[in-house]
Every structure is written in C-alpha cells, then in structure tokens.
C-alpha cells in the first residue's frame, strides 16, 4: 500500500478531517503530493487545494474544482473535467482533456508578458474551441514538433 491511498481515499470520500490527518505532518504544504493509477472520477475537490498535485496515469474524468498551483497530470484521462470559475496553473502531459467546462472566470494564467505564471499542455488531447479558449489566455500548448504560444 502506497502512503497517498489513504489520502485519495479520503478526497474521494470527501473527508477534510481524514485528509487532513493522513497529509499533515507527512507532507506538508509546498511539498508534491504524487498519485499513481488512482481512480478520481467524478470527484468534487472544492474543499482540497490542489497546489503541488501530481496525478500520473490517473482517472479524473467528469471532478470537478480542481483548482490551485502547479498542478501536474501526466498520462492521464481528464475528460469532462469542470474547470468553470477555477485558477489554476497546470502543468500536463500525455493527457486527454476533451470536453473539458470552462466560463469567463476559469483562468489558467496569472499575471501578464515574461513574468507570468502559463500554464502547459503538451502533447494532450484538446478539443478544438477548448485549444482556442487556452491559447487566446496565452497557456503553451507544445504539440509533438510544434510550439502553439500566444
């Protein structure tokens, strides 16, 4: 058993007290929190800030409220994810995140010009208005050989 099933098996219970004594102290604020081959479909993480996340070969399709900075995703299905009303940085690769929900309040990079916080998507799956959506907000997007950047 991996230290992080307790800590997926509390976010997907939606349990802040459990999650709280299974992270802390073992890992702490600022510190990655790696999950491998867990199952977070349909998932509500509104209560658990996901800033140094990393979900690899993970199932997300249809959570909702992923939000906070970086979060990494690598090799994972993150389908139909609700990212309406979120800020987040998110760093992935390999992914699928078609028919991802967004709104005019999901923001996927902070600040303006060199000093600002992108977020990166290479080699993912996008559907086309989606791709358009992130690349007018200036997130990279790296496709195989080519570099997209607004």
């Known amino acids: 058993m991996r230290f992080t099933d307790n800590i997926a098996a509390a976010i997907r219970a939606n349990d802040l007290p459990a999650y709280q004594r299974e992270r802390y102290p073992a890992i702490q604020e600022g510190e990655l929190v790696q999950f491998v081959d867990e199952d ?25 409220h992923i939000y906070g900075q970086p979060i990494y995703f690598t090799n994972s299905s993150v389908r139909n ?7 987040a940085i998110i760093e992935a690769e390999g992914c699928d995140f078609r028919g991802m929900k967004y709104d005019e309040e999901t923001q996927f990079v902070y600040g303006s ?10 080699n993912c799956r996008l559907d ?12 990279d997007i790296i496709s195989y050989d080519k570099q997209v950047k607004l």
Do not use: I, W, Y
């Open 40 to 64: 977070f479909s349909g998932v509500d993480f509104d209560q658990f800030v996901m800033g140094f996340f990393m979900f690899e070969n993970c199932n997300l399709d249809g959570a909702k």
């Open 81 to 87: 994810v609700d990212f309406r009303g979120v800020k």
């Open 113 to 122: 010009g060199e000093l600002a916080a992108r977020s990166r998507f290479m």
């Open 128 to 139: 086309d208005e989606a791709q358009k959506f992130l690349m007018r907000q200036g997130v």
